[in-house]
T-cell receptor, first 119, second 111 residues
Framework: NAGVTQTPKFRILKIGQSMTLQCTQD?????MYWYRQDPGMGLKLIYY???????DKGEVPNGYNVSRSTTEDFPLRLELAAPSQTSVYFCASSYGVGWGGRAGNQPQHFGDGTRLSIL | KNEVEQSPQNLTAQEGEFITINCSYSVGISALHWLQQHPGGGIVSLFM???GKKKHGRLIATINIQEKHSSLHITASHPRDSAVYIC?????????????FGEGTQLTVNP
């Protein structure tokens, strides 16, 4: 199994450009997440999805959009890139429900990250 | 929202030393996660625990639910243990589908 695969690994964008970060998982996980990690800061949740066709905002959703048309794929779209979006982006996935019926009781599996610079 | 605090932020040790990293959270939880972020950036889940203690090789994680506190211990530390160690807890909403992450502890083990 490949696990969680993110592409691209690195990207440089100009201000105002748009791009899509790809994320796919082959573990049949219901839950998928997008995080950003800024230097010296903890992971911040951008968007998440509890299943195909269902997405919801996290802590820092402004400037981003997501879709979940299949269980496997969860792309993150940046529209009108801004310097504040320079960060490392991680996609993660987990099984839907752990013990006690809570998804927080399942480990999350992470992709290798996408390092994005906006100049 | 659950608040997570880790200490120390940075830790430097000599090979062979016993390491302790601490994590405190504000809201009662059903499980706590410890993760490791390699120098290359990859993140892996080390432990998920809801009570007591878990051990994988030289790594031991403990949790005290009443005190809202967890510790990650590394025995006989080695330079390959150098990484960022991250604590995470469910965010507090009913479904528990989201995690709140600490800022991480940067561990450097010198030979």
């Amino acid at each position: 199994n490949a696990g969680v695969t993110q592409t691209p690994k690195f990207r440089i964008l100009k201000i105002g450009q748009s791009m899509t970060l790809q994320c796919t998982q082959d573990m049949n996980h219901n839950y998928m997440y997008w995080y950003r990690q800024d230097p010296g800061m903890g992971l911040k949740l951008i968007y998440y999805s509890v299943g195909a066709g269902i997405t919801d905002k996290g802590e820092v959703p402004n400037g981003y959009n997501v879709s979940r048309s299949t269980t496997e794929d969860f792309p993150l779209r940046l529209e009108l890139a801004a310097p504040s979006q320079t960060s490392v982006y991680f996609c993660a996935s987990s099984y839907g429900v752990g013990w006690g019926g809570r998804a927080g009781n399942q480990p999350q599996h992470f992709g290798d990250g996408t390092r994005l610079s906006i100049l | 929202k659950n608040e997570v605090e880790q200490s120390p932020q940075n830790l430097t040790a000599q090979e062979g030393e016993f390491i302790t990293i601490n994590c405190s959270y504000s809201v009662g939880i059903s499980a706590l996660h410890w993760l490791q972020q390699h120098p290359g950036g990859g993140i892996v889940s080390l432990f998920m625990l809801s009570s007591g203690k878990k051990k994988h090789g030289r790594l031991i994680a403990t949790i005290n639910i009443q005190e809202k506190h967890s510790s990650l211990h590394i025995t006989a530390s080695h330079p390959r243990d150098s990484a960022v160690y991250i604590c995470a807890v469910p965010s507090g909403e009913a479904s528990g589908s989201r995690l709140t992450f600490g800022e991480g502890t940067q561990l450097t083990v010198n030979p």
